[in-house]
Every structure is written in structure tokens, then in C-alpha cells.
């Protein structure tokens, strides 16, 4: 079974530092990798989604790589801002049939920006 | 589009009685999912439909729990009959593919007392 798990689990930092979010997986057979985040009672956003042949993606501020290999993958945030203040969850699917379109996800690190 | 779309985004009932929680799809998804999320056990896929079809149902607790996709814009989820550890919040997803980005409703948050 496919364990996804989060480091650190919490994170508070001043605004305008730069913050690398890790995220582990225990199956390297994956096909892709989201990285969602989610606000105090809301859904889940998507931010970014890594296929498993591409190494890293980005999107404004935020920056994901995929290191497929050692189960690995780190959500790079640029000058964070208080408006960054959230959960960020990660997720993966396998590459596998009779698992395909289920998203394994890890527990999350909730981040918190403060001006 | 406007999203996914659930309802009710709370739900308070009693044990024992039936509930039922509902999603719309994003329209042109061909793949639906039900998730539920609890500070015990994070998010978890329940069932996932392709085409109206359930194809991984294995992650059902228990037959107290069912799903129904009568169309590609409709789906339901229903606990009967309900009981006080079935409290969590229940997302719905959806995606064009099934390992395409997932896009998330606002989650239903219920309450069994």
C-alpha cells in the first residue's frame, strides 16, 4: 500500500522567507504527483501537477520537483506571503491498474505566514 | 464551470437515521470521486465512478455506506444507517481522466450525534 508522508507537519515563518514543503512516498511506481492546498474549512485546490516522466513543474511563486527514484518530492514557496497561510497536502497515484485514478495523500503541513 | 458542486455543505442528524449527500461533476468528467477526511485518517478515497460506472469500490467502510451515479451529471452518497464515527467531512472530486488534476468540491461536513 502506498504511504505518503509529510515533513514537517506544521510551519510558521515571517513573511517574505522562502519555504520548502517535503512530501515522501513509500511506492516509487507512481504516475503522478498533486500537491493541493486547503483553507480552514474549504475544498482542496489544486497548485501543481507532476507526471512521473517530468521533473519538476511551476506556477508563479510556487515550484514542485519530483525525484521519482528515492520517493521524493518538495513544493518550493517564494517569499511567502500571509495569504500563503494554509494546508498543503500532497498526493500521488500509481502507475498500476487496479489502483489507477486513486489519489494516496499524506497528512498535510499547515503553514502559517505572519506579516 | 462553476466547480464541483455538493450539497449540503453541513449536515447534522441523528444516529440511526439515513443521510444522503450529493455532487455535480464538472461538466465533460468522466471520473467522479468520493473522498472523506477526519483527523484520524486524513483523506480517503471511498468509491470512484468512470463513466457512471463504480470501477474501485474498496474503499467503502461498510455496506451501511453506498454510492450511485444515475448520470454523467449526478452522483450520491448514502449512509444508512448513520452512525456517531461516520462523522467527517465527505468531498466529492472530479477529473477528465482518471490521472489527470482532480478538482474538489467544498466537502459536505457531517455530524452524527
Known amino acids: 500500500k502506498q504511504e505518503v508522508t509529510q515533513i514537517p507537519a506544521a510551519l510558521s515563518v515571517p513573511e517574505g522567507e522562502n519555504l520548502v514543503l517535503n512530501c515522501s512516498f513509500t511506492?516509487?511506481?507512481?504516475?503522478?504527483l498533486q500537491w493541493f492546498r486547503q483553507d480552514p474549512g474549504k475544498g482542496l485546490t489544486s497548485l501543481l501537477l507532476i507526471q512521473s516522466s517530468q521533473r519538476e513543474q511551476t506556477s508563479g511563486r510556487l515550484n514542485a520537483s519530483l525525484d521519482k527514484s528515492s520517493g521524493r518530492s518538495t513544493l518550493y514557496i517564494a517569499a511567502s506571503q500571509p495569504g500563503d497561510s494554509a494546508t498543503y497536502l500532497c498526493a500521488v497515484s500509481l502507475d498500476r491498474g487496479s489502483t489507477l485514478g486513486r489519489l494516496y495523500f499524506g497528512r498535510g503541513t499547515q503553514l502559517t505566514v505572519w506579516p | 464551470d462553476a466547480g464541483v458542486i455538493q450539497s449540503p455543505r453541513h449536515e447534522v442528524t441523528e444516529m440511526g437515521q439515513e443521510v444522503t449527500l450529493r455532487c455535480k461533476p464538472i461538466s465533460g468528467h468522466d471520473y467522479l470521486f468520493w473522498y472523506r477526511q477526519t483527523m484520524m485518517r486524513g483523506l480517503e478515497l471511498l468509491i470512484y465512478f468512470n463513466n457512471n460506472v463504480p470501477i474501485d469500490d474498496s474503499g467503502m467502510p461498510e455496506d451501511r455506506f453506498s454510492a450511485k451515479m444515475p448520470n454523467a451529471s449526478f452522483s450520491t452518497l448514502k449512509i444508512q444507517p448513520s452512525e456517531p464515527r461516520d462523522s467527517a467531512v465527505y468531498f466529492c472530486a472530479s477529473s477528465v481522466q482518471r490521472n489527470t488534476e482532480a478538482f474538489f468540491g467544498q466537502g459536505t461536513r457531517l455530524t452524527v450525534v
Open positions: 511506492d516509487s511506481a507512481i504516475y503522478n
